[in-house]
């Protein structure tokens, strides 16, 4: 068959179907069996399987023209997906296809969910196309022989690249395909990607910055054009409305006719603890919707997610409350609303959301936001024009995260060994270790055979070895079953798995909240009240219980940040408050009596002012800052200010930050015209500060625990049996010092900064911030109360702290506190 | 890191010290910097030079794994060591004792000295003034400006005190002073008296 015939094969198929294909759909079928490599932007829902599927069994059709009497054996596409959940969809429409067309090829699914039994079939005999997650691929790269199960693959489609690119997990995708294409020769690799603000760029990671495979690529737009709209829910009597808060719950009532009128609404939350808590609020206020509610997060057990999926689909539901658990994958065609709970925090995400309803063609998609404080409404705002702008935000890759690499080369090491000078060419072909010199690689070397850079006395240090040909492999079993183990943890979450003493798997939970409970409390989880019994390896037992109870498991993941983006779009609209009312928002106007009352008590700022506030509580002297550039610069801007204030007197800080301001917390008031008069938000010399206020501030510590893990500096242990997580997180804060005392040239030490200049503190925004903060009118207000504005900020009970006094005179203050309990 | 010095009978008290957990980590394909591991026989130093006990007393959990290749430092070490050693053995002691004894240290499971109870474990010691290790004490200060700080201790009950951890890389345990309690912390030049 030529390809012409091939694709009348594709649109018979669509036709048969009643469905007709989208010009995307066939671009990508001509590109494929072109034997190009891609990236196509395509939402969720679109159809984008069929858009790939399709090709890659054409081509085996074409290569195997006698496929109706006989199978070529052998694995011949994979199929990645993030999210394991989504694998059944995605192997659905496979064998649909398959069925249809009569191909003969084999679907399998290879995850963490699949049995051992199973998984050592596939081992002998590898289903034709492979559906499969970045952990299980890297864990086929650790197992012998992986040459030969990939030789004959013709394709690799790696589904929600978006997903996957700013994480280290895309990390550990690059790197598999690296090795993926000089085994496999004749290879095709596609990503699948929602749309972002640099999908060039993501292409560019994907196949690798200077490679053929980008040379001989494309670019498939889907353009999809669809309306969105999007509603506030704004408080009936604002001024009752509170200044602080995440629930959001006092507008529990005005949901409700939302929820009534459509067939099915999904309300997306931030965070799990939130996820809970509406759930249950919803039930407790309107029993009548008992059964028609479900809930879904990422922390319930997998049997109840899918059974409340295939609820929403059969129309059983009349609304979801859930996380991003919900953000990706499978289409929902009976949700016709969606309510955002409390701000998103990025536009991309809004839009994903909002694309989750009306999703017949032609349908308007509805999306109401729900505001959990009265800020929160500028937000709100701010997010309709985003909306209308299409201002998405970039996902920023990540560049030499040498935890992977070393993670990577064990894994090498483990399988079938690995030649160093083969290996280092093709690393440097990716886009995260283009710039890797040969001395970083002799390191990481070094690193993973002595476990330092030179020979010591005393040492047993055993990892990799080297043979007398050069290759590097590893023989102890021990070592290379506890890799296998790590390799899945590169998400490193502390979790711990919640069942009934009987057995009954409920979820899972984060150690740090079971940790604050005695047995016989009862919490809320998975949408039951339940006690706590003990913790037994890994696993925490419950029984149910009828006590009611106010605590809420909290998960600590929903910390994001407003991008740039949105920052400059949430200035804009509040600079709008000095605006002709008949061009406010409605969310604006809404917001007049709290404006009011913020120009009462310190001032609401116009584009060329920067305000601060400084005032005094029971809690000590508050200082506080709003530039309004989102969590992560504030941490930043924070520490650097606190760092530089302590260089003119010695003082202790502790420090909070939102996405709109932060503030600088003392026992002593710091003398704001001396900041001002020293030019302390200058962008000179901002790096070195940066860094040496960095010491005193934990954030690279937290950036070592991971890099600490993924690297095998510490062993998380074995499923269900491990060392407790608390250990392992001590384990690695002592590591960190001792690093830093002993061996601070350490690249993973080094790593745990560079992270956090590029992904956290996002050093490069700081610096466009602070030259805008230097054009701006200092406007300093001495208040005589909390403000509206800052109430948000100073009840934030994470804090990060910074000193430059002596250990023993902060003692000596504080002692006379502890003894008065 | 604290020692306790029992000026009367010469005795210098060190708990804790772990030796040989480094060694341990990196067999195991950790690479936990070698050097760290010289740390602790430096402090050893310092502190046997500063006091010139006749005894030194080590309150268990000497060494912290079985035998590896840091036993040969710690020999090294010992036969340097003018003064007699004892080892009140703790959990973590799992080298069997006639290794010790070779090297000329006596291993007891407890010490009664002077109405003094001396064990690796806390105990109850009745009449006797119990000394102990074990717990890696540390205590944890607040002050106003939500500030907090935490640092190893020397903490004491009426008829009981827990030394803290001498090792590196060891890790501490936070307790919580009641009335009856005194606590001692550990700054990088002197041991201040936070609570009693």
């Known amino acids: 068959m030529n390809n012409d015939q091939l694709y009348q094969l594709a649109k018979n198929w669509f036709h048969a179907q009643d469905w007709k294909p989208f010009a995307f759909q066939k671009q990508s079928w001509k590109a494929f069996l072109q034997g190009k490599n891609g990236l196509l932007n395509a939402p969720t829902g679109s159809g984008k399987t069929y858009a790939l599927w399709f090709p890659i069994m054409l081509n085996y059709l074409k290569q195997n023209p006698k496929y109706k009497t006989t199978h070529k054996k052998g694995l011949k596409a994979?199929?990645?997906?993030?999210?394991?959940?989504?694998?059944?969809?995605?192997?659905?429409?496979?064998?649909?296809?398959?069925?249809?067309?009569?191909?003969?090829?084999?679907?399998?699914?290879?995850?963490?969910?699949?049995?051992?039994?199973?998984?050592?079939?596939?081992?002998?005999?590898?289903?034709?196309?492979?559906?499969?997650?970045?952990?299980?691929?890297?864990?086929?790269?650790?197992?012998?022989?992986?040459?030969?199960?990939?030789?004959?693959?013709?394709?690799?489609?790696?589904?929600?690249?978006?997903?996957?690119?700013?994480?280290?997990?895309?990390?550990?995708?690059?790197?598999?395909?690296?090795?993926?294409?000089?085994?496999?020769?004749?290879?095709?690799?596609?990503?699948?990607?929602?749309?972002?603000?640099?999908?060039?760029?993501?292409?560019?990671?994907?196949?690798?910055?200077?490679?053929?495979?980008?040379?001989?690529?494309?670019?498939?737009?889907?353009?999809?054009?669809?309306?969105?709209?999007?509603?506030?829910?704004?408080?009936?009597?604002?001024?009752?409305?509170?200044?602080?808060?995440?629930?959001?719950?006092?507008?529990?009532?005005?949901?409700?006719?939302?929820?009534?009128?459509?067939?099915?609404?999904?309300?997306?939350?931030?965070?799990?603890?939130?996820?809970?808590?509406?759930?249950?609020?919803?039930?407790?206020?309107?029993?009548?919707?008992?059964?028609?509610?479900?809930?879904?997060?990422?922390?319930?057990?997998?049997?109840?997610?899918?059974?409340?999926?295939?609820?929403?689909?059969?129309?059983?539901?009349?609304?979801?409350?859930?996380?991003?658990?919900?953000?990706?994958?499978?289409?929902?065609?009976?949700?016709?609303?969606?309510?955002?709970?409390?701000?998103?925090?990025?536009?991309?995400?809004?839009?994903?959301?909002?694309?989750?309803?009306?999703?017949?063609?032609?349908?308007?998609?509805?999306?109401?936001?729900?505001?959990?404080?009265?800020?929160?409404?500028?937000?709100?705002?701010?997010?309709?024009?985003?909306?209308?702008?299409?201002?998405?935000?970039?996902?920023?890759?990540?560049?030499?995260?040498?935890?992977?690499?070393?993670?990577?080369?064990?894994?090498?090491?483990?399988?079938?060994?690995?030649?160093?000078?083969?290996?280092?060419?093709?690393?440097?072909?990716?886009?995260?270790?283009?710039?890797?010199?040969?001395?970083?690689?002799?390191?990481?070397?070094?690193?993973?055979?002595?476990?330092?850079?030179?020979?010591?006395?005393?040492?047993?240090?055993?990892?990799?070895?080297?043979?007398?040909?050069?290759?590097?492999?590893?023989?102890?079993?021990?070592?290379?079953?506890?890799?296998?183990?790590?390799?899945?943890?590169?998400?490193?979450?502390?979790?711990?798995?919640?069942?009934?003493?009987?057995?009954?798997?409920?979820?899972?939970?984060?150690?740090?909240?079971?940790?604050?409970?005695?047995?016989?409390?009862?919490?809320?989880?998975?949408?039951?009240?339940?006690?706590?019994?003990?913790?037994?390896?890994?696993?925490?037992?419950?029984?149910?219980?009828?006590?009611?109870?106010?605590?809420?498991?909290?998960?600590?993941?929903?910390?994001?940040?407003?991008?740039?983006?949105?920052?400059?779009?949430?200035?804009?609209?509040?600079y709008s408050v000095y605006k002709d009312p008949a061009q406010q928002s409605s969310e604006i106007k809404a917001l007049h009596p709290l404006f009011e009352q913020q120009g009462l008590e310190s001032a609401v700022p116009k584009p060329d002012e920067f305000l601060i506030e400084t005032f005094k509580t029971r809690d000590g002297y508050h200082h506080i800052f709003y530039p309004f550039e989102g969590r992560f610069v504030h941490e930043a801007m924070g520490s650097l200010l606190a760092y530089r204030i302590s260089l003119l007197l010695p003082v202790t800080f502790s420090l909070a930050f939102n996405d709109y301001g932060f503030e600088l917390l003392s026992d002593q008031e710091v003398d704001m015209q001396q900041v001002l008069d020293n030019d302390l938000f200058s962008t000179a010399y901002l790096l070195e500060d940066l860094q040496k206020s960095l010491n005193s501030t934990e954030m690279a510590r937290r950036k070592f625990r991971d890099i600490a893990v993924i690297s095998g500096l510490v062993f998380t242990g074995y499923p269900d049996k491990g060392i407790k997580m608390k250990h392992l997180q001590s384990s690695s804060q002592l590591l960190f010092d001792v690093f830093r005392e002993y061996e601070s040239d350490n690249l993973l030490f080094q790593q745990a900064f560079t992270e956090t200049f590029e992904h956290q503190l996002e050093e490069g925004r700081l610096r466009l911030a602070l030259e805008r903060i230097a054009r701006q009118e200092i406007l300093w207000k001495a208040c005589n109360n909390p403000t509206p504005f800052s109430f948000p900020i100073i009840t934030d009970r994470l804090r990060e702290k910074l000193s430059s006094e002596k250990l023993a005179d902060r003692i000596k203050r504080m002692s006379a506190k502890l003894m008065r309990k | 890191m604290g020692v306790l010095f029992w000026e009367q009978q010469s005795l210098l008290l060190i708990s804790d010290v772990h030796l040989g957990k480094i060694s341990h980590f990196r067999k195991y394909g950790a690479a936990v910097p070698q050097v760290a591991l010289l740390k602790n026989y430096t402090a050893l130093d310092a502190a046997v030079a500063f006091f010139n006990p006749k005894t030194i007393c080590f309150m268990g959990d000497l060494f912290h794994s079985a035998m590896n290749s840091e036993w040969k430092l710690f020999q090294e070490w010992t036969a340097q060591v003018r003064g007699k050693i004892i080892l009140v053995s703790g959990n973590h002691d799992i080298i069997s004792p006639l290794k010790y004894e070779e090297m000329g240290i006596e291993v007891v499971d407890q010490l009664i000295l002077n109405g003094f109870l001396l064990t690796h474990h806390p105990q109850d010691g009745g009449d006797l003034f119990n000394i102990s290790g074990h717990i890696h004490p540390a205590v944890r200060l607040r002050g106003s400006g939500r500030q907090s700080v935490k640092l190893p201790c020397f903490f004491r009950s009426p008829q009981q005190l827990i030394l803290p951890a001498f090792g590196e890389f060891t890790g501490n345990h936070v307790l919580k002073p009641n009335k009856r309690d005194t606590v001692y912390a550990i700054t990088e030049n002197e041991v201040i008296l936070v609570a009693n």
Not at chain 1, 177 to 197: E, H, N, Q, V
Not at chain 1, 390 to 418: C, H, M, W
Request: aromatic share 8%; glycine share 8%.
């Open chain 1, 78 to 574: 994979v199929w990645i997906t993030p999210l394991r959940a989504l694998s059944h969809e995605i192997k659905q429409s496979a064998e649909r296809v398959n069925e249809d067309l009569g191909t003969g090829l084999t679907v399998g699914i290879r995850s963490g969910d699949t049995s051992a039994k199973e998984r050592a079939q596939q081992k002998k005999n590898m289903p034709d196309l492979l559906i499969t997650t970045p952990e299980s691929l890297q864990l086929l790269l650790s197992s012998k022989g992986y040459d030969k199960t990939f030789k004959n693959c013709s394709a690799i489609v790696v589904d929600e690249w978006h997903e996957l690119l700013g994480t280290k997990r895309g990390v550990q995708m690059e790197l598999g395909l690296s090795r993926l294409k000089t085994i496999a020769k004749d290879l095709r690799i596609w990503g699948i990607s929602a749309t972002i603000g640099n999908l060039d760029q993501a292409r560019e990671v994907l196949l690798g910055p200077t490679s053929k495979a980008l040379q001989n690529s494309v670019l498939i737009k889907a353009n999809l054009n669809k309306k969105i709209k999007v509603k506030s829910i704004i408080p009936k009597e604002m001024e009752t409305f509170p200044w602080r808060g995440h629930l959001g719950i006092r507008l529990l009532e005005d949901v409700i006719p939302i929820i009534n009128k459509s067939k099915t609404t999904l309300l997306f939350t931030n965070t799990r603890s939130q996820c809970e808590i509406w759930f249950q609020k919803i039930l407790e206020k309107h029993p009548e919707y008992a059964g028609e509610i479900a809930m879904h997060h990422g922390s319930i057990n997998k049997e109840t997610r899918i059974w409340v999926e295939q609820a929403i689909r059969r129309e059983n539901l009349k609304a979801v409350v859930c996380t991003s658990s919900l953000d990706l994958g499978v289409d929902f065609a009976p949700v016709e609303t969606v309510v955002q709970i409390g701000g998103p925090k990025g536009v991309a995400r809004f839009l994903q959301r909002a694309g989750r309803s009306g999703h017949r063609p032609g349908k308007e998609s509805v999306i109401y936001f729900l505001p959990t404080h009265a800020i929160e409404l500028v937000e709100a705002s701010a997010l309709q024009q985003a909306v209308k702008l299409k201002a998405v935000e970039d996902r920023i890759p990540y560049l030499n995260s040498f935890d992977v690499l070393i993670q990577y080369l064990v894994t090498l090491a483990i399988s079938d060994g690995f030649y160093p000078d083969q290996i280092f060419k093709e690393v440097t072909d990716t886009f995260c270790f283009q710039a890797l010199s040969k001395a970083q690689w002799t390191w990481l070397l070094n690193f993973i055979v002595l476990g330092s850079q030179s020979l010591q006395s005393y040492d047993e240090y055993k990892k990799v070895e080297v043979e007398s040909d050069g290759r590097f492999v590893v023989h102890h079993r021990g070592i290379a079953m506890r890799h296998r183990f790590q390799i899945g943890t590169i998400v490193g979450d502390a979790n711990l798995s919640v069942r009934y003493q009987r057995g009954g798997y409920i979820g899972t939970i984060e150690e740090s909240f079971i940790s604050k409970l005695t047995p016989g409390d009862v919490f809320t989880f998975a949408g039951r009240n339940l006690e706590f019994i003990r913790i037994r390896d890994m696993q925490v037992h419950v029984r149910n219980s009828t006590k009611k109870t106010r605590k809420v498991p909290s998960w600590m993941g929903g910390r994001l940040t407003l991008s740039a983006q949105m920052s400059r779009l949430l200035r804009n609209e509040l």
